[in-house]
């Protein structure tokens, strides 16, 4: 009788470990001994054939094959489940954290099953657009006894109270020594245990989310008023806070020592996100378009209060005098400008030099890449304006200094996959990558 082994390309193969491919490219390699139980459903493949090359960087019959899987079961001990990605390393700015952590927002997209020979296995998991694109709502995570359960499944035939029971079993399997120092957090599905206090988080509904954006931009805007400066919301990953007596919000903080219990808080309502509002945000109860509105009304009218005492009082004392003031350098001025502010001639000269200026810039650039006339220029400008409004409401990027590292990086890695970097830079990104 043959061996069942021999049935799967893969079988005889050691299992060296598993790279968990998150929706933000974020990669949490897992040792083999960091896994304690693992069990795919059916394998597929797809394959796709360039016939007649379709551009310059394929060639005729070259071939791209892509494998998935209707079905995950992913268990991990304490070692799996307290790896860091290594993202920091990519970026200074920013803070690893542990995968028990990171796996809460929901939006595994790969696994990459590495084997001893270095060969490997890169399969997609099902995948169903959640809350927003970038959540999976066919994902459930569930922590008991020290290990780390993981469902992902197209049909969701369990539901969270039955996954909670199903994990209850697993307790009695293996316990682990209690004398090590790895911090695990006492979580399970939609629940979060504070003090002893048991909170049910649910998912909000579209019409909170669309609030919480305007309640961003007006607080924005009014603040900005105030100070003159740029505001740093804290309804991005800002670390910044706002408190005032209708609501209080509070950045997604990155500090493993910080008990962060939520991050929006109207009256009773509290609501937690990962990174910005707009992602994975989950609230401690149900709430109703009514009640919706009349958060709303609540907040906007506060923060309007800090606004229009001082503009109505700073607009009367300018209409008696019949004098107005440059909303760039605070100098007399008597232009004014299409939103009804004022500007100085001075500052508008300087504006228009510098728009000269760029415009110069951009014209020369994109001729000498090989533009050869504006249609195509302004084509480009629109679809870079498209690419950085889409940046600033989906990711993380706050100032130009981060926007043009992304792209950077971006780069890279667009010249790697398709053969376009030197031979320098290839070898020295593959000795990094080979060291971490």
Same mark, same amino acid.
């Given at each position: 009788?043959?061996?069942?082994?021999?049935?799967?390309?893969?079988?005889?193969?050691?299992?060296?470990?598993?790279?968990?491919?998150?929706?933000?490219?974020?990669?949490?390699? /897992?040792?083999?001994?960091?896994?304690?139980?693992?069990?795919?459903?059916? /394998?597929?493949?797809?394959?796709?054939?360039?016939?007649?090359?379709?551009?310059?960087?394929?060639?005729?019959?070259? $071939?791209?094959?892509?494998?998935?899987?209707?079905?995950?079961?992913?268990?991990?001990?304490?070692?799996?489940?307290?790896?860091?990605?290594? &993202?920091?390393? $990519?970026?200074?700015?920013?803070?690893?954290?542990?995968?028990?952590?990171?796996?809460?927002?929901?939006?595994?997209?790969?696994?990459?099953?590495?084997? @001893?020979?270095?060969?490997?296995?890169?399969?997609?998991?099902?995948?169903? @657009?959640?809350?927003?694109?970038?959540?999976?709502?066919?994902?459930?995570?569930?922590? !008991?006894?020290?290990?780390?359960?993981?469902?992902?499944?197209?049909?969701?035939?369990?539901? @969270?109270?039955?996954?909670?029971?199903?994990?209850?079993?697993?307790?009695?399997?293996?316990?682990?020594?209690?004398?090590?120092?790895?911090?695990?957090?006492?979580?399970?599905?939609?629940?979060?245990?504070?003090?002893?206090?048991?909170? !049910?988080?649910?998912?909000?509904?579209?019409?909170?989310?669309?609030?919480?954006?305007?309640?961003? #931009?007006?607080? +924005?805007?009014?603040?900005?008023?105030?100070?003159? %400066?740029?505001? #740093?919301?804290?309804?991005?990953?800002?670390?910044?806070?706002?408190?005032?007596?209708?609501?209080?919000?509070?950045?997604?903080?990155? *500090?493993?020592?910080?008990?962060?219990?939520?991050?929006? =808080?109207?009256?009773?309502?509290?609501? !937690? &996100?990962?990174?910005?509002?707009? !992602?994975?945000?989950?609230?401690?109860?149900? $709430?109703?378009? *009514?009640?919706?509105?009349?958060?709303?009304?609540?907040?906007? %009218?506060?923060?309007?209060? $800090?606004?229009?005492?001082? *503009?109505?009082?700073?607009?009367?004392?300018?209409?008696?005098?019949?004098?107005?003031?440059?909303?760039?350098?605070?100098?007399?001025?008597?232009?004014?400008?299409?939103?009804?502010?004022?500007?100085?001639?001075?500052?508008?000269?300087?504006?228009?030099?510098?728009?000269?200026?760029?415009?110069?810039? /951009?014209?020369?650039?994109?001729?000498?890449?090989?533009?050869?006339?504006?249609?195509?220029?302004?084509?480009?400008?629109?679809?870079?304006?498209?690419?950085?409004?889409?940046?600033?409401?989906? +990711?993380?990027?706050?100032?130009? *200094?981060?926007?043009?590292?992304?792209? #950077?990086?971006?780069?890279?890695?667009?010249?790697?996959?398709?053969?376009?970097?030197?031979?320098?830079?290839?070898?020295?990104?593959?000795?990094?990558? =080979?060291?971490?």
């Amino acid at each position: 009788m043959k061996d069942n082994k021999d049935l799967h390309p893969f079988a005889n193969k050691k299992l060296a470990s598993v790279d968990i491919v998150l929706e933000n490219c974020e990669v949490y390699n /897992i040792p083999a001994d960091g896994i304690y139980k693992l069990s795919l459903g059916n /394998i597929k493949y797809s394959f796709d054939i360039h016939v007649n090359g379709l551009s310059k960087y394929t060639t005729p019959g070259e $071939m791209w094959t892509h494998a998935y899987t209707d079905f995950v079961w992913l268990a991990l001990n304490k070692k799996g489940m307290n790896i860091d990605s290594g &993202w920091a390393d $990519m970026f200074d700015e920013e803070e690893t954290h542990p995968f028990y952590e990171r796996v809460n927002a929901n939006d595994i997209t790969h696994l990459d099953f590495i084997f @001893d020979d270095g060969s490997n296995l890169y399969i997609g998991v099902p995948w169903e @657009d959640g809350n927003t694109e970038f959540d999976n709502k066919l994902q459930k995570n569930d922590i !008991r006894d020290d290990i780390l359960f993981i469902q992902i499944a197209e049909k969701q035939e369990i539901s @969270d109270d039955e996954l909670e029971e199903i994990n209850d079993g697993q307790e009695d399997m293996y316990h682990w020594d209690t004398d090590e120092d790895d911090k695990i957090l006492d979580i399970s599905v939609g629940s979060i245990n504070t003090q002893g206090v048991s909170t !049910r988080w649910t998912s909000i509904p579209n019409y909170v989310q669309a609030a919480f954006t305007k309640i961003d #931009e007006q607080l +924005s805007r009014v603040m900005w008023n105030t100070t003159q %400066e740029e505001y #740093e919301s804290p309804f991005s990953n800002t670390g910044n806070k706002f408190k005032n007596d209708f609501f209080e919000v509070e950045a997604y903080s990155w *500090d493993d020592e910080y008990n962060q219990e939520y991050n929006f =808080k109207w009256n009773d309502y509290k609501v !937690r &996100w990962y990174k910005h509002c707009l !992602r994975d945000p989950e609230a401690n109860r149900e $709430m109703s378009p *009514d009640e919706c509105a009349k958060m709303l009304d609540e907040c906007l %009218e506060s923060i309007y209060k $800090m606004d229009i005492d001082e *503009d109505n009082l700073f607009d009367e004392l300018c209409d008696s005098y019949d004098c107005h003031f440059c909303c760039q350098c605070g100098k007399e001025a008597d232009k004014q400008l299409q939103n009804g502010k004022y500007a100085c001639e001075n500052c508008l000269h300087n504006l228009g030099k510098e728009q000269q200026e760029l415009k110069e810039e /951009i014209e020369n650039s994109l001729f000498d890449f090989g533009f050869d006339n504006y249609e195509d220029v302004t084509n480009c400008i629109d679809v870079f304006i498209d690419f950085i409004k889409y940046a600033k409401v989906w +990711s993380t990027i706050e100032n130009l *200094d981060h926007l043009a590292k992304a792209l #950077e990086a971006i780069n890279i890695n667009i010249k790697l996959e398709n053969g376009l970097l030197d031979a320098e830079t290839k070898e020295k990104i593959e000795e990094f990558a =080979k060291n971490w």
